[in-house]
């Protein structure tokens, strides 16, 4: 099968011929990453949009000095979305849990398409945020069922983990 078929089942290429699927893919590039590399460094550059072949990554958000596991990514999930916004800079850091292979389609490849062809644009910017839509309706789904089975992991720090805050009566009863 080919590449370009490949993509046509990908949610992001919904309703977008195989002819202009193959204007995504003139020129670029298949990368591959080893486990534990950082394909995307939070506070970097946003120069390209990433399509995963194979392997898994975990989308790692840095906030006050902590790291947050966001989301584990898989094949043909996405990173790098944030190009078509107004970030100057990824906001989130992904890194390779498993030998990792992502198409590379670069912004100006983009920029390029989407200015002779508005149609495929509309395409594109649609099926991107109806995906984005479906993962956050599942992380709301998640946050509403909060208050009925007690606290879910969410956003789990990876890195300087802190012991939770005892109460009073737990504090008590450790020092009985």
């Not at 390209?48 to 898994?56: D, H, P, R, W």
């Not at 069922?145 to 890195?159: S, W």
Request: aromatic share 10%; with cysteine.
């Amino acid at each position: 099968m080919s590449l370009a078929l490949s993509l046509k089942s990908s949610p992001l290429f919904h309703d977008i011929l195989e002819e202009e699927i193959d204007l995504f893919l003139k020129g670029q590039k298949i990368y591959t990453w080893n486990s534990g590399d950082c394909p995307c460094l939070g506070g970097s550059p946003i120069e390209a949009f990433y399509i995963i072949m194979e392997g898994k990554a975990d989308l790692v958000y840095q906030s006050w000095g902590r790291e947050f596991l966001m989301q584990q990514l898989k094949g043909w999930d996405h990173f790098g979305e944030v190009l078509f916004g107004n970030d100057q800079v990824h906001p989130y850091t992904v890194v390779a849990k498993s030998d990792l292979t992502c198409l590379r389609i670069d912004f100006r490849v983009f920029k390029g398409i989407f200015e002779k062809n508005p149609q495929v644009y509309a395409l594109f910017v649609n099926n991107l945020l109806r995906v984005e839509l479906t993962l956050k309706k599942q992380a709301l789904g998640l946050v509403a069922r909060l208050n009925d089975i007690g606290p879910v992991p969410i956003a789990l720090p990876l890195y300087n983990r802190r012991p939770r805050k005892l109460t009073k009566e737990e504090e008590e009863k450790e020092s009985a």
